[in-house]
């Protein structure tokens, strides 16, 4: 079940992804023609697939304000995850000029939608690509956190330790109950060693950005 609506959450979350936002657009504004076609972290995928997936992202969710406007219950992806991955694949051949404009464009529609929101089409719900039925007021973290991770995953010098408090606390919270739902009861708790890193670090390897020795890899994204 969705979470209930917290407007100071809500505020807090829009207020650090559009900085994000920001962050992520200096970034490719200052990257140079060769560098779109570098491999990111992603294992098979390049900085331009990266940035194609992002800007498809912030479009998906577009997409589901758009339905939460009309009442709907959408898809964040309609027709799946076959027109996921050929959008993601679309995008992996633009030139890096359209990849600029394409993202930029696609960070003010995300930025707009929002702003137009009323206070009932932020309690509608919708269906992610997983599959989850999810509140709209819980979009903008989903997005601050696939900018945040994948702004690392880039490897053009972000690094997780950037990453802002406010975010590494709630994001901290989820992956505890992920790790907790699939961990038999009595192994429900981080491991002792986990507990020792500081917060980014763990959580880090919580989202298999790191591998820390001794440590099984973490829950993922």
């Known amino acids: 079940m969705p979470t209930p609506l917290d407007a100071k959450q809500l505020d807090a979350c829009i ?10 657009l200096g970034i490719v504004d200052e990257m140079d023609a060769s560098a779109f076609l570098e491999p990111c972290a992603l294992p098979g995928w390049s900085r331009g697939t990266l940035l194609g997936h992002l800007t498809r992202n912030a479009l998906s969710f577009v997409h589901l304000m758009e339905c939460s406007s009309r009442g709907e219950v959408g898809d964040q992806y309609p ?4 027109a996921r991955q050929r959008g993601i694949d679309e995008a992996s051949q633009w030139e890096p000029a359209q990849h600029v404009k394409e993202l930029r464009s696609a960070i003010y529609a995300l930025e707009g939608a929002w702003a137009r929101a009323t206070f009932e089409m932020w309690n509608h719900t919708g269906r992610s690509a997983s599959g989850t039925i999810v509140a709209m007021h819980e979009l903008p973290f989903l997005r601050w956190r696939e900018c945040l991770v994948h702004l690392v995953d880039l490897n053009i010098g972000y690094t997780f330790e950037e990453w802002p408090d406010l975010y590494v606390r709630r994001e901290l919270e989820r992956q505890k109950m992920a790790w907790a739902a699939s961990h038999p009861m009595g192994l429900t708790q981080l491991p002792a060693d986990a507990m020792k890193l500081n917060e980014k670090l763990r959580l880090a390897w919580l989202l298999q950005r790191i591998d820390v020795e001794g440590l099984p890899k973490g829950p993922g994204l």
Do not use: I, P, S, Y
């Open 15 to 24: 207020e650090g992804v559009a900085a994000t936002h920001q962050r992520l």
């Open 79 to 82: 027709g799946g995850a076959d």
